[in-house]
């Protein structure tokens, strides 16, 4: 099972190569987009040791040389301090050569890979190769990049799109139960957001999704990432209002990570904040009460977590300050009408913001 799905973007348009072993098509793509000869891939240990020999025996049978530069696997990567260090390497190597970039791992490696090939000779191409759920049904596709600072997550960063995605799903049979859990957050996002069909499919065959079930992973794959394509055709630089819809769950779920100093994993929080969202939208009449607590239980009947834990109001509320989504003093929420359709609402009162994340504390 393979599909190709395109992103539109008129020149800046790229193909994302879905299903079982599409690795095996990266030198072709490498030859037809013209990416460059020398590759650069910015990993983690882990994916290193379990998929590194089947990458660089591909890349090498493909370009002139490769480099490959292994970064820690947590949220604390995506920092200007290793930024700079990894560029500094990359630099040394680059030396008359075609570099491009290769990123080779989750959300981390992908974010921070596309940051540094944003800002290194002012943008050098570079490719994603997502080996998560959650890589490959969100963040690898859409071109933000981003570094955090002390303050908030994702707050330094740039559009930069990659030249092409290679999401091969048999990368995922070594993923553990908690990263499989990490990419359904964000299936639930895009079911809740824009999908009732994807809704009633978790609903029923969230079960096979966390036994990895090949059928079930593809399905799941190609319905989550047509979807990313298709808003981030419509809205690449999130001016419009359609791509705000994808950050459901994420303002509160970004605030609860930093709150907690990253030891909550973004899926984790991805699945409390649209708890905390779920409740804020019931608590300004837009959704049903049936609606909102059918929504949470889908969350909680998957294992995600449902409660907060371990964090400080005061620290979450504080944290929410700092979003980017925030123009001034004016909050602004993607909140939920209904299953399949949000609403963005500014302004909304301190004291039901308050309430939402109360609730979903212990």
Partial sequence: MKKTITVSLERRSYKILLGENTLTGLPGLIKDTLIG???CVITTANILALHGK???TTLEGACESVLVLTVPDTEKSKNAVLALKLIEKITRFDKKKKLFLVAFGG?????????IAAIYKRGVPYIQIPTTLLAQIDSSIGGKTAI???CGKNLVGAFYQPRFIISDTTLLKSL???QILAGLSEAVKYALIKDTELYAFLKKYHQKVLKKDTRALYFLITRCAAIKAKVVSQDEFDKTGIRMALNF???FGHAIEAASRFKTSHGEAVS???VCACRLSEKLGLLGHKACSDAIGLIKKMG???VIRKVKAQALIKALAYDKKFIGKSNRFVLLERIGRTKIVENVPKNLINEAVNETLK
Avoid: R
């Avoid at 959300?107 to 940051?115: I, P, R, Y």
């Fill in 148 to 150: 955090d600072t002390t």
């Fill in 176 to 178: 553990p139960g908690s």
């Fill in 272 to 274: 409390l904040g649209m």
């Fill in 249 to 251: 769950g994420h303002t």
């Fill in 304 to 306: 995600m977590p449902t």
């Fill in 107 to 115: 959300g981390v490696v992908g974010d921070l890979t596309g940051f």
């Fill in 37 to 39: 000869s020398d590759a």
């Fill in 54 to 56: 089947k990458l660089i």
